[in-house]
């Protein structure tokens, strides 16, 4: 746990945590006294230098968080309806992962809401998307938008696509 403090690149969440869930032992390494006792053995120089780090280390944390949430804010989430055959549609929701969803669960949670056929299916592009059985776009823009308030729901589209899946054989 503390060694995962020491050298990981998030220390700011890494204490967090670390008071929430062991706060003796956050006491032990992060109080005043055990920090000053370990700088406190350090030559002056080594101790510019461990503050000079410190502090790039915490303007490098913020700067990654930083363009997390900015990545995470222009992401899109893509709700389109493809038609199968004839009256047949599913609807493929694709951009869901880039908002740190894991898809599977939210393919089973789309199965249970909406009582149909729901799975997580692969992309020609290499991405996945989700696929749920029937038209239903709107109401999926609407359990997203609700469910997930993290998502903008500008960033949650609704587009309709004319052509038809290839069919598999006769």
Known sequence: MA????FGGTVKKCQEWLEKKHPA?????????????AMSSLS????KRAAKDADKKAAKAEAAEAREHERKMSAKVLIKRVERNKRKYVTA????????????????DFGKKFATGSSVTK???GGEEIVVQGD???EIYDWVTETYTDIPEENVDCIEDKKKKSAAGP
Request: some cysteine; aromatic content about 6%; hydrophobic content about 35%.
């Open 25 to 37: 032992m956050y006491a032990r390494i992060y109080s005043d006294e055990a920090v000053e006792s």
């Open 44 to 47: 002056v120089d080594a101790q």
């Open 3 to 6: 060694e995962y403090c020491e």
């Open 93 to 108: 929701v694709s951009g869901l992962e880039a908002h740190g969803l894991d898809l599977k669960k939210v393919a089973k």
């Open 136 to 138: 239903l776009s709107d």
């Open 123 to 125: 992309t020609a592009s």
